[in-house]
C-alpha cells in the first residue's frame, strides 16, 4: 500500500464493467487471456477474479444485488475539542474511510457509549489524545462490507462485533474500520444491540473476574465471597453474570429500582447503596467477610471497603479515585490490599468467549436504552449522567 500511495507501484485491471453485465467479465476471465492481472471489477468495491468459484460469484452478486454497494460519503458524529458534552456532538458528512490490509469494513448496525468515550472528551488523555476532529465510540456491531487483502477469518457479508482502538474511535458513524485482530462473527440470533454492548463493558467484567482466579469451565470449585459494586450499571450486569458463572457467592450493591433487576441476573444478595447497610457494603446473609471486592462505582472509597473484607481480602477497582490510587500504593504488599485494573489488555479470543456465551443464552446484555443516530447526543447525555441500567446504545 506505502509503494501504490508513493506512486511507485500500481494494479492493471484488464477490464470494468457494470453490474449488469456481470457475465461478460466472468467469461473474459475464464478465457484465460485477461492482460496482466485476471481481476474484473463490477464497482469501485466489488471485483471477480479466476480463483474464486461459482458460489463465491453468486454470493458476491447477491449482496451487490441487495443493495451492499459502498457509498464515498457517510453520515458520522464527531466533536472538534474537548468538553462540551453532548452539545459538543456535531452531524457531518464525511468520506466512508478505506481500509488497510488487515482491516475490514463494517456497515454499522448498532454502536455502545462508554464512559472512556465520554472521558476522553473530557481530556483524560490531554493533551496526547485524541486528535481532532474525532469520531467517538469503540464498540460497535453490523456486516462486513469489505475486507483487506490480508484478512483471512473474516469475509463479507459476515455479521460482526468489534472493539476500535480507543485512541482512534471511530464507532458513531455509518461504516468504521476494524482491525481483524479485534473483530468475532456474532452467532446466529444475536442482534446487534446485543453484541455491541460487550466489548468495553464485557471484557472490563471478565478480566476483573480472571484477576481474582475465576474458573468458567466448572473447575473453580465452591467459588469465593464476592462483592459487587454499581451491579445496574453496563461493566456490573455483566460482571455478576460471569461471577455466578465462576461459582462465586455474589453480594451486589444498586438502587432499589434496580434491585430486582440485578437478583434476576443471579446475585444471592442484592443491597440498596442508600440504606445504612448498603452504604456500609455490609451482607446480612452470612458473618463471613468478603474474599473479593470488584468495585465499579466511581464513589465508593477503600476506607469503606477495608472493613468488610478478609483477612486476606483484595479490591479490584476498575473506577478509582484519587484516594484509592494512594491507598493501592499503600497497601501493595499489606494481606488487605485495593488494585488498580489496568485498560484493555484482553483481546479477540476472550470476546469471542463472551460472544459464544450470549450466543449459549449464558450471558445477557442489559439494555438501559436505544436511541436513533440522529439523536446519538441523547445517549452520550445519558451515559454522562451515570445512572443507566446496563448500556446504552446508538441505532443507525
Known sequence: MELAGEGKLKMVANSWHPFEEAAEPWEKSTGGHATRKPEHFLSDSYRINETMTTGEIQELLGIMAAGGG????MRAVQYTGYGGGA???????IPVPSVKKHEVLIKVEAASVNPIDWSIQKGMLRPFLPKFPFIPVTDVAGEIVEAGSAVHELKVGDKV????NFWKGGGLAEYVAAPESLTVVRPAGVSAVDAAGLPVAGLTALKALMSIGTKFDGTGGTGANVLITAASGGVGTYAVQLAKLGNHRVTATCGARNMDLVRSLGADEVLDYNTPQGAALTSSASDEKYDYIINTAMNVNWSAMKPTLSSRGRVVDITPNPGNYVAAMLTMFARKKITMMALMSLGKEEMR???????EGKLRTVVDSRCPFEKAAEAWEKSMGGHATGKVIVEM
Open 87 to 93: 452539545g459538543a456532538l456535531k452531524h457531518v458528512e
Open 70 to 73: 459502498i457509498p464515498a460519503t
Open 353 to 359: 468467549f463472551l460472544m459464544e456465551l450470549v450466543g
Open 161 to 164: 462485533l468489534s472493539k476500535l
